[in-house]
């Protein structure tokens, strides 16, 4: 079936560093994508998402860009902190209504200080 | 922002019993809600559908008989793992999706399910 994926499973910076944890997908359809952080023991908090008509967006620290010819995802992180070590997901969805969030695998980003 | 509880946050029961999880969506409609399981180190799998005042869809390898969900209102949907076995221990995670269209999707803390 589709599945969304992520190319490294560990990221490890030094605090103050960018960080850059991409993502690849396979489902042309979709059309929405959303990064989520999760903590230890938590469940996942939303950080940023993208349209497909879009293939950047920014928030507070972080960016999303989107290559919807190689089916390519990233989330950077502007001067990553200590705070920001967590396992980070992207997710994908069409726009069908009632479907669900599919889920990549995950990077584990450790900032040191 | 919109706002998901799960009650219990932890449980831990004997083999055999059945285990009820409550998602609560508290500050918002949500006419869809979606049940995740999570083993560690690994990522969310889903497990199911639910809308409100209909069955639940469950994905591929999920026994329905097993893990029976209601969603019972716009703003509370449960999940009960029956005859819960030690394979089914687990961070089950719960999340919600407005009645407004939109397509975010947010997430409960989740509930660590432990079956001894």
């Known amino acids: 079936g589709e599945s969304v994926g992520l190319h490294l499973p560990t990221l490890s910076v030094q605090e103050g560093d960018n960080s850059i944890i991409n993502c690849a997908y396979s489902?042309?359809?979709?059309?929405?994508f959303i990064w989520y952080k999760q903590e230890s023991g938590k469940g996942p908090q939303f950080i940023i998402d993208?349209?497909?008509?879009?293939d950047k967006r920014q928030g507070q620290r972080v960016t999303v860009l989107l290559n919807k010819t190689v089916k390519h995802l990233s989330l950077q992180i502007a001067a990553t902190q200590p705070g920001d070590s967590a396992v980070y997901f992207c997710a994908e969805n069409t726009r069908q209504a009632g479907t669900a969030l599919i889920f990549g695998k995950g990077t584990t980003l450790s900032v040191s200080s | 922002g919109a706002v998901v509880s799960q009650h219990p946050s932890w449980v831990i029961c004997k083999s055999g019993t059945s285990v009820k999880i409550e998602c609560r969506s508290l500050d918002f409609q949500a006419t869809t809600m979606f049940w995740y399981r999570q083993f560690p180190k690994q990522s969310l799998m889903l497990m199911a559908t639910s809308n409100e005042g209909s069955k639940a869809t469950y994905e591929q390898g999920v026994e329905k008989d097993k893990f029976l969900i209601n969603h019972a209102s716009l703003t509370l949907s449960t999940l009960t793992v029956t005859s819960a076995h030690p394979e089914d221990s687990s961070f089950y995670i719960c999340s919600a999706r407005g009645a407004l269209g939109t397509d975010t999707q947010y997430f409960g803390p989740g509930t660590r399910l432990t079956v001894l």
């Open positions: 489902n042309s359809a979709s059309d929405y």
């Open positions: 993208i349209r497909s008509n879009m």
